[in-house]
């Protein structure tokens, strides 16, 4: 951040490195190998009395001393002169670092100029002894410069000791020193072969030239064989990160990493084929496609060693863009810009926020990317990104993709680095449409307390379902809404009513025919393995039918019922509406009937990294876009084939692999269950955040057309964390599960989180999902006892002993449940729905004409008909 920003787009990414370097590199082995092959060469036109052949080694050393000494040196200027304006900070570690080796680099390739000169102008003028000796000179002098630069540059991917203060000698003996220099060494003779096919041909003595073929067929094969054991060798020194980069990461480095014994073997099969007495112009031929060759193998070891150092100029000192791995933690803190020598802003206002972004993206982006350019171009990376997803991209850099540096700056730089992406580079994304709400009417059952004989209850348990929507290539939860009910028949001592009626229920009219409105059911029901008739769900439950009663909780139930959010008049609806009726087992009489809402949604928020708009309204759903990059990312970060498979009528239930005991899904026994592994990824990438990181994804945004929390904690401002925990403590608690059970892949997920609300990992307590959740009495630890509403936090005290927070009965009798009177999580009585105030609070209303808790405010006669004198309700917590 000390040095000039030299300011590119197009050409930015490293562009003119690569293009310098790939042909400089490939000549510096060629100046190497050139110098054993010339006096072997002259040596044996010695042996052989040959002028013919003498001829042809001096024609070749006025061909080796133009493209070595002339392009080779052109291009190395050129080298110095691209890595010293684009990677300042790293040029001037190396040369502080390893100034006596850069020194001695320098000696050697001015004793190999003056060899060459020599060994060229004095070719006919010097004694043969003399010259060989000046040609062998030439040799160990180049060789020695070989050796000099491929500890400096084998220092850049495996710093070895030197990261712990081992100086000059550690950093230079690194640990890929040796195999280097041996692959090296072996490609730099293979080279100077496939060089000699290319002035071979102009031999005119047929016999020489003969020679000279099978003489550089050698000089090709066996250092092909050399180079690749090696090479073997060279990838065994690699730290673990960048082997698993090279073999299972990036797509376009993988195919390098298997095309490099392609190329060995092509040079291989070509240089043995040149054995052969073909046709002259044939093997001209076969001998440029050789150099092809050649050079290709050497140009896929080269990116493969530049990708394996990714993220890092400097593996483990210095990232690509030119930041300390030291300095990361500080400038997360105070921010990059105030101490940037070469920025015009160093405070963000709202004013400068996009040209700061742009300041922030010369340093932080344009090392590796382009922009419209051929390298490593930023745009079609990035497109899809609203300013949401681009940041959330950005906070994740570095943590779970080993390619990308951490972001390295504070919160309002990384604000404006992706502001800048998104307004800047594309245009702008359009934002959501803020959603008021509309008031839907509620027709709420009468009750008649001076005459009714039962009470009863219905609810939701959960107080809001997420469904993946009607997009037909994956589901992650398909629609599936539980229902429960429980019958109280009045009197001075109330009773749950456990046998002896029947509990129906029914949607409002507009729900009744989901298949309709809705594609991929059909999907989700085969993927499970069944297939009920249209409209039944998985537990064999419809949208009208009759509940069945649990004796271990007595109540009633209808599990995993279809419903959607979508009315068959057109729209969007997340509260669908349900009716529920007691009648006499025998005779059929209306006992009681209420109504509940069956809360489910599709606003998922995976456009917001995902891409792609709302499928239905502008307002929810998940569209085919969004979708199919959905697939395409977990395909690319866990090496599946999911797209492929979609797009060739295969659709794929997330449970089908992962362990979900929501619906009961066995998965693949080692995969992590699907809540760990979703909300252990993200987090890596929504790390930071309050409760709007849940928002992103779940549907509770403000202004959104759900707003699923929506109770009593919400009036009074207790959001998400308060329970949950911040989203790193939420998925650590679930990944620790994970982790306790072996399942390898919790580690990686948790290895870059970090606790908000414990003191470290280990306090943090594991849990399963859905089975555990907070504990209401973690805060509400007596009755009538408030909690305090600024400090009580429910994270880490889990229900035990059951499938979660919503099977508790309270009282002594073991018998009312908890959420019949309170109502589901997230939509505790009393609750303000956007689709109408007491849309949520029918039971309330229709029992005791205001909405809050049932029995509040002294009600107790809803269900008792005699005065209440004690708390029977509230002790068996």
Known sequence: MQYPIWELTTLGGGFFIALIAVFHVFVAHFAVGGGFFLPVFESMAYKRESPALLDYVKKHTKFFLLVTMVFGGMTGVGIWFTISVLAPAATSTLIHTFVFGWAAEWVCFLAEIVALLLYHYRFDKMRRRDHLVVGWLYCV???????????????????????????????????????????????????????????????????????????????????????????????????PEALERLAVKAARITRFYRLAPVFAAATFVAGAVLLVRLPRGARVALSAVLLVFGFCFLGSFEFLREAARKPYLIHGFMYSTQVRTADVARFAETGVLPTARWVRHHEITDANRVEAGRELFQMQCSPCHSVGGPMNDILPLTEKYPVIGMDAKLSGMGKLQSMMPPFAGNLAERLALATYIVDGLHGGKPGNIPFAGRNLPVDIPSFDREKAEYVLLAWNNLGMHCISDAYAEWVLLPPANDLFAQLVRRGDKPAVVTSGVRITYFVEPGFENPSKVCDFWTHAK?????????????????????????????????????????????????????????????????????????????????????????????????????GRDVLMSHDRLSNTELAAAAQGGAPRLCQSCHPDPVLGAEGQPGLLNLPAAIHGFHANFLSGRGSEACAYCHPNRPDGPTRCLRGVHAQADIGCVRCHGYLEDHALSLLKHEDEAGKAGARRLMANLSPRLGESKEAINPRLPWMQEPDCATCHVAYGVKPDRKTSVAFNAWTRGGPGLYRFTGDKLGALACIACHNSPHANYPTVNKYGRNRDNIGPMQYQGNPRTIGADGNCGVCHLKEVTANAHHTGR
């Open 526 to 626: 085969s993927l499970f393995g069944a297939q009920p008739p249209d409209n039944v769900g998985l537990a064999g439950n419809g949208l009208k039918g009759e509940m069945k009663y649990h004796e271990d909780h007595k109540w009633f139930e209808a599990a995993l019922i279809p419903v959607k959010p979508y009315p068959e008049t057109g729209g969007f609806n997340p509260y669908p509406l349900f009716t529920v009726q007691a009648r006499d087992e025998k005779t059929g009489e209306l006992l009681a009937e209420t109504r509940t809402a069956a809360p489910t949604s599709t606003e998922m928020g995976c456009k917001n990294c995902h891409g792609g708009p709302w499928k239905v309204d502008n307002l929810a759903g998940i569209s085919a876009r969004t």
């Open 141 to 239: 002098f180049a060789w020695l410069s070989l050796l000099l630069i491929n500890g400096i540059i084998g220092f850049m991917l495996t710093p070895g000791g030197w990261l712990e203060g081992g100086g000059f000698w550690a950093g230079f003996f690194n640990p890929s020193f040796w195999p280097s220099l041996f692959f090296r060494t072996s490609m730099a003779a293979m080279i100077a072969g496939l060089f000699g096919f290319i002035t071979a041909h102009r031999i005119p003595d047929a016999e020489a030239r003969e020679a000279v073929y099978r003489a550089c067929v050698r000089w090709t094969v066996i250092p092909v064989l050399l180079a690749v054991g090696f090479g073997w060798w060279y990838t065994a020194a690699l730290p």
